[in-house]
């Protein structure tokens, strides 16, 4: 059986909306949703499911909130579920039309309004959960107590998909539309405790931790939507039990904004990321196809200049020796002029990457004060903060001290005015206090008449011996006895006919036990009732001489020292007397205090401004440290930017110097080259020739490059168009579905909200254990049952009066 208990959960931060009566509007016609001032209003909805331990729905509710922060006037209509709805703030009725909860009420600070109702809509959630031991399926009642391998399955399917049209764009920025199922975005939590009793844990995809008492407590996290997820999943746990329970477990699950939440943006970004890259790709294949197109066509081209070229070497061959030779002894002579500048550059980058040096040393420091700076900053900031935040709480406390000045004010004034009823009702308590003092004289004569003695009738003593003497005489007493005799046997009978058990056996042995008693009762009556009577008689006299004692004379006092009535009225007497004389001074006294509690109220309201003053000060200097803050970490990036620019200067400025000594050595290398230039030009004009040749042989070879280039387009470039085109659609489709099952967690409360709310939705599923506590509770009930039907007939023998 299961071991869930019925309870009423509040939770943390999700709780319901309580609809006092003070805040809804009385019956009329509803107005619509208003705010007159600055009022946030948040709204949450928390459905909470009871299962047993099958994932079969017992009950479920939901609890709905509505917080009111700021100050004004409101005026709205809440949709909640109206099966069952219960305020959890108080009493009070609700003003409740057309499935909407109306509130109309003035805020000032923070309202809460809570309540519960029986959930009557589809849940976005379906629970199984399956047992087996020893590889074979089992009911969860029958894994108590046995032994064996457990392997327990949980089962979670999102069931909220609608069928939609979806819109994306392929590879060539076309848009596409096809039928998708698309889900509410749905996130969860599942935990579990595992007793120590389980061992040899393995879980499937769960975070495992003691719990501190032996345990093991097991959670998993699902994402159940596609395709960042899947609308389906299944957890669960394996162990050797021995004697073994099914413990239970919970379920918390929320939709969410796969594209705002921070969990899930990144991921729903990178399928955007691969949509645009598909397109990138396919854009950029098709223009490369078009490109291997383009060389094909000037394939042609290429042959005409193949021919072109041939003529134009032998025009090159007639150059060189005419014009490149007398060239190149020009190129030696401005070479030498070359080499002597690049000394004098080498000597002045020497100079440059010294000074670059220092400068980065100069920027490593200013960054290192930058840094010092910018955590003094925050540290002031944070101080600036807590500042703030006291003045606040003086600021308050201040206003208070401020009110309750003015009552203090107001509560002597009204004080002063009741001086004359004061002294008034002095008097009167004077006449009261010599009234009582008469009266305590005929309280002891009347006393002492009651009690009187046992010969007298109508007194008490007398009526306590009338009760000893009928103790002696048992008649309706024994008849009694008899009469439960009677029931314990038939008590006996009724108890032969059940099955037997050691539950059985026990009872048995009690009734035996009460039959047994009852001659043991009849002899205790004369023993007990009599002497108890007797000691009753005695303690009678005894109050009647106290009470003689207690009242006195106005000069008596008590046994042990203390004044008697009469005596402390007497005193009393005197005293109010006094209290008669003195009324004048008091009245005095209480005009001379208000005065001086007007004297306070003024004081306590400066008091009060110049918190609220100091307060927002704090706020003003909170304010500055932050812009000091955040001033502190932009002049500690830009040191520590200029000391990565300094460390290139210093970098570059070393090549620099490098550079130049490679170039002096180039420049005299230059001047030698130079000759050797002039002396190869007259084997460049041989081989100009040979040049002629080899371009007869390319002109041959030319027709080829066409037949390449349109290979390459058709087995490569398409290819690779189709692949992006592919990529793009599929990234696309993904992140579309994205997008719309985000549309639908954004609006996805059960009943809604007012209109502008914060919209807040949470579902709590609690999966009862099974533990065998049923069986024995059916047991005791067996048990109390018979027990019951002797304390029947015990019952009826009171009833009779007979003991």
Known sequence: MSTYKRRTIVFAGISG????????????????????????????????????????????????????????????????????????????????????????????????????????????????????????????????????????TYRVTNQTGTEQEVTYLDGKGKEQTSTETVVVPMVGSMTTTLPSTFTNIETNGSNSAGDGRGGTQLSYTMTLFPPIGESVAEVGYSADVKDAIIPKASLSALPVNAIENNSFKGGAASYKGGADSGQDLTAGATEIDANLLKIRDGAVDLVDGLLQLQAGANKLSAGLQNDAAPGANKLAAGANELDAGAAQLGAGTGQLSAGATKLNKGAGDLSDGTGKLRSGAKQLNKGAGDLADGTGQLSSGAKQLDQGAGSLSDGLKEASAGGPALLDGVEKLLAGAQQVDAGLTQLQTAVGAGVGDAATEGTLRNGVAQLIGGVGSQGPIQSGLQRLDGALAQAQNLLATLPDSPQKAGIGQYLGGARAGIPEIVNGLNSTVTGGLQQLDGGLQQLNGQVAAGVGTPGSTVPGGGASLRNGTGQLIGGLKQLQTEGGKLASGLQQLSAGADELKAGTGDLSKGAGDLNAGAGQLRAGTGDLSKGASDLDAGAGQLRDGTGDLKAGASELNAGAGTLKAGTGQLAAGAGTLAAGLGTAAAGSGELAAGLDQAAESAPALPEGASKLSKEGTKQLVSTGNKTAMDYGLKYALIEESSKRGASAQPYGSPEGATALTAYKYEIAGEDGAGSANMKRGLAALVLLAAAGGFAAVRRRGLI
């Not at 099958?54 to 809440?78: C, F, M, W």
């Not at 959930?119 to 009642?141: H, M, N, Q, R, V």
């Open 17 to 152: 909306m309580s609809l006092a009566a003070a805040g809804f509007m009385a019956p009329g016609a509803l107005a619509a949703n208003t705010i007159d001032g600055d009022v946030s209003v948040t709204n949450t909805e928390t459905v909470q499911v009871l299962m047993d331990a099958s994932g079969k729905v017992d009950t479920q509710r939901i609890y709905e909130q509505v917080v009111l922060r700021g100050k004004g006037k409101v005026d709205l209509a809440n949709p909640v579920s109206t099966k069952g709805l219960r305020n959890l703030n108080g009493f009070g009725g609700f003003d409740v039309r057309d499935g909407n909860a109306r509130i109309k009420t003035d805020v000032d600070g923070t309202k809460k309004y809570r309540s519960v109702s029986d959930y009557t809509k589809d849940l976005p959630l379906k629970f199984e959960a399956t047992y087996e031991l020893d590889g074979k399926k089992i009911k969860p009642s029958d894994v108590v107590g046995r032994t064996g391998r457990l392997q327990v």
